[in-house]
């Protein structure tokens, strides 16, 4: 064809990558590769190899290693080894190795990206242009923290040996993102890729004994998922992040239940495109091209549910349709294919049966005319229109190039429509009004928002789910948190039992029936019986409501009915906060006079109780409107807004020790962030919190934003773990207590902050309060804005 056709045409050719240095240099190792451990390569334990498959033709790429158990235990003992020496190597120490990598991850980007694209399928252009960029990227910007450790984290250590296990959608950017804030931290990892695609990993061991790194610092064990099961179940390891499907990530919660583990984990999506009348069209269906064709729709956070507002329904799809018809699928190693390979057979197979299934319950499907590769394994571009919220491929993650269709009519529909699925961790919104938008973002329950964009990555700005997406960030500072523990409190001293203070003849006589509170109302217990309470002499107290799963029931009903608490001003939330603590104020001697009688403590003691416990509402209080988000500045012409936002209904399990402080300390904070919370106090001494239900009524707490139920410490642990409804649990109790409730968690992969109880001195401000409890009580949206041109 001559050049005046082509011009005339704009036909693209052909323009293939090279794939000769990734060939030779698997041809270098014989293609066959081996486990990285304490910086050697070593042949698998039991002998046994599996193939690594280039997707887009079938052929074998190289062998790799199936680690075994011997394996892994002795990648963890070397990582256990190298861990102290890293620690003390220091911030500045360490942020020059992670410089190192960035610049080997620079030198040999050609390399890394042709050889993803070989054992991954997706198309050269999105390796090139933007996972390897992005994998550097993380390493420099995680050098910058590890530089700043010591002033940006005082009191933070590291946590040890993590172990971490990465899908095979962005297999090096993956491992990027759960590798360099691990290193910075001051830890050291045992990490195994997915599978399917381990070659760029193997590589990147290379590099990292190219840099210099000490070894053991970075161990590489390849395998299926038993080889994963190993590293959860290692007790030698100390932290799990975890990226994957949501099924597996509900295996790990429970498998990790009362172990100790730090756990992370992101999980799947089903994420909405909010595409309003007054967007950009054009723009918006380019940003709709990159939402769920970007590496062939294989993508946790990919807009798989297109939400069109009705009015521009018709015309949207119109021009999408014609936007599709352009989409060219094929050789992902030519620079001008749109869509690349499916990851595997068994993974193709699966999206075209999630496909037939939505023609059967009704959805209209439509293709373009593509022209498809004869061979290896790929699959069209897919647009199911006209879905309705309950079909099976609106509410499941296909994982693929498929694009579920609906409408809208007004924003709050839409807020509706978006947030009706198990799933939590992004969405897009397109609108020229600003205002519409930001509106918007806040209601939208998902942890990362993007405005006018879709698919945005960045170091510096967090990445992770709400609801069954999962729980912790990967990036910016709250991504380091994740890898660093603060630290440990001492254990509170015990205080000696003094002789109980006599009640005061003001006060009147004890209740012996309090009752439950719940919606801001006294209520009696759906059991009908009650619990003995002692004193530290054994003679009966009172008798408190024995609280069970339908009384838990209806405190999480009164708290979903109170959602404006989460909406409302921080302001708002501190003048109800300042006024609890007058009128604990005013009631002191009262509530001194009952701790003394339940526990035993002096009135000194028991007044000093009192006393702090007012001061910790006054800190809630003054938190309210101050725990503020940030501003993220990431490399492009725009801001992300890094928004912290209550957990929503939270469950509250407090220790005995303390009775009201603990309690008060717990509650308060959690209330100040937004959150509604149903609260279980001391089992043993519960009435330091049903003395609180007339400082709630006569503090303006709206109702339902704080209920109490009294009973059985582990059993209403229990309830609230498995309640779906609840967003996240505290527990403060002994070993047994933490087990269950993070085994019973894992089915809606709910939130949990478990210690034993007696670890805390709760006197303590700096154990007792503080930025710590404010990160239990939130979390981070991050909302990105681009602007100008």
């Not at 933007?130 to 009191?155: C, K």
């Not at 909010?274 to 069209?281: K, P, S, Y």
């Not at 001293?493 to 006294?522: E, N, V």
């Not at 087990?739 to 001195?761: I, N, Y």
Request: with cysteine; hydrophobic share 45%.
């Amino acid at each position: 064809m001559s050049i005046a056709a082509l011009m005339d045409s704009m036909d693209y050719g052909p323009a293939p990558e090279s794939a000769t240095a990734a060939e030779a240099w698997l041809e270098a190792r014989s293609r066959r590769l081996g486990l990285f451990i304490d910086g050697g390569w070593h042949r698998p334990g039991d002998g046994n190899w599996f193939a690594s498959i280039n997707p887009a033709t079938g052929q074998k790429l190289a062998e790799v290693a199936q680690a075994s158990a011997a394996d892994v235990d002795v990648a963890v003992a070397a990582a256990r080894t190298a861990q102290a020496g890293w620690a003390k190597l220091g911030g500045h120490g360490r942020a020059r190795f992670l410089y190192a990598l960035a610049r080997l991850v620079q030198k040999h980007a050609r390399l890394l990206a042709v050889l993803e694209t070989l054992d991954n399928g997706k198309p050269i252009r999105e390796t090139r242009d933007i996972d390897i960029p992005l994998v550097a990227r993380h390493f420099y910007h995680h050098a910058g923290w590890a530089q700043l450790i010591d002033s940006e984290f005082p009191d933070h250590r590291p946590l040890g040996v993590a172990g971490q296990i990465i899908p095979w959608n962005f297999p090096l950017l993956m491992l990027a993102w759960k590798i360099a804030p691990a290193l910075a931290a001051g830890n050291t990892v045992v990490l195994k890729p997915a599978e399917e695609t381990s070659l760029t990993a193997l590589l990147f061991a290379e590099l990292c004994a190219e840099a210099g790194l000490p070894k053991g610092v970075v161990n590489i064990v390849t395998g299926d998922g038993a080889v994963g099961e190993m590293i959860v179940r290692h007790a030698g390891i100390d932290k799990i992040a975890f990226t994957g499907s949501t099924e597996v990530g509900r295996l790990i919660r429970a498998a990790t239940a009362g172990s100790g583990k730090k756990l992370s984990l992101e999980l799947g999506g089903k994420s909405p495109f909010l595409l309003f009348e007054d967007a950009d069209l054009d723009a918006a269906i380019e940003g709709l091209v990159d939402a769920i064709w970007f590496n062939q729709g294989q993508v946790c956070c990919a807009g798989s549910r297109l939400l069109v507002q009705e009015s521009i329904a018709e015309k949207a799809y119109a021009h999408l349709r014609a936007r599709m018809e352009t989409l060219r699928v094929g050789d992902p190693l030519d620079k001008c294919t749109d869509i690349g390979a499916i990851i595997s057979p068994r993974q193709r197979d699966r999206i075209d049966a999630l496909v037939q299934n939505g023609v059967a319950e009704g959805a209209a499907l439509w293709r373009p005319a593509t022209a498809m590769p004869a061979s290896g394994c790929f699959y069209p571009p897919t647009l199911l229109a006209n879905a309705e919220p309950s079909m099976t491929v609106a509410q499941e993650e296909i994982f693929g190039p498929v694009l579920v269709g609906m409408t809208f009519r007004t924003p709050a529909e839409a807020v509706a429509l978006a947030n009706n699925t198990r799933y939590g961790l992004a969405a897009s919104i397109w609108s020229e009004n600003i205002n519409l938008a930001l509106d918007i973002a806040p209601k939208l329950k998902a942890g990362v928002v993007w405005v006018n964009c879709t698919n945005q990555f960045d170091a510096a700005s967090g990445f992770g789910g709400y609801r069954e997406s999962g729980f912790g960030r990967e990036g910016g500072r709250e991504g380091m948190l994740e890898y660093l523990s603060p630290a440990p409190p001492s254990a509170a001293k015990p205080r000696k039992p003094g002789k109980a203070a006599g009640r005061p003849s003001a006060i009147p006589a004890i209740d012996r029936t309090p009752k439950l509170y719940i919606g801001g109302q006294q209520a009696r217990p759906d059991s009908g019986y009650s619990r003995d309470v002692f004193d530290i002499q054994g003679r009966l107290l009172a008798r408190v409501a024995d609280g069970n799963r339908k009384d838990i029931r209806n405190a999480v009903e009164a708290a979903r009915k109170a959602e404006g608490w989460s909406t409302g001003q921080g302001h708002s939330r501190a003048q109800i906060l300042y006024y609890c603590a007058e009128n604990l104020s005013a009631r002191a001697s009262e509530f001194a006079a009952r701790l003394s009688a339940m526990t035993g403590q002096p009135a000194g003691a028991a007044r000093q109780e009192v006393e702090a416990s007012i001061q910790r509402l006054f800190s809630a209080a003054a938190w309210a409107d101050k725990y503020d988000g940030a501003v993220h500045n990431p490399p492009l012409r725009g801001v992300v807004l890094a928004m912290n936002e209550p957990l929503g209904i939270l469950g509250i399990v407090c220790p005995d020790e303390m009775p009201l402080l603990s309690f008060t300390s717990l509650w308060a904070a959690a209330v100040a962030m937004g959150n509604r919370v149903i609260v279980v106090p001391s089992e043993r001494h519960p009435l330091a919190a049903t003395d609180f239900y007339q400082v709630l009524d006569t503090s303006d707490m709206p109702a339902g934003v704080v209920n109490i139920v009294t009973g059985g410490s582990k059993d209403l642990a229990k309830t609230l773990a498995e309640h779906h409804e609840v967003d996240a649990l505290w527990y403060f109790g002994d070993a047994a207590g933490i087990a269950m409730v993070e085994q019973a968690s894992a089915d809606d992969l709910k939130q949990t902050w478990t210690e034993p109880a007696g670890r805390r001195d709760w006197h303590n401000a700096a154990q007792g309060e503080g930025r710590l409890f404010l990160q239990r009580a939130t979390q981070v949206k991050n909302i990105w804005i681009p602007y100008g041109a």
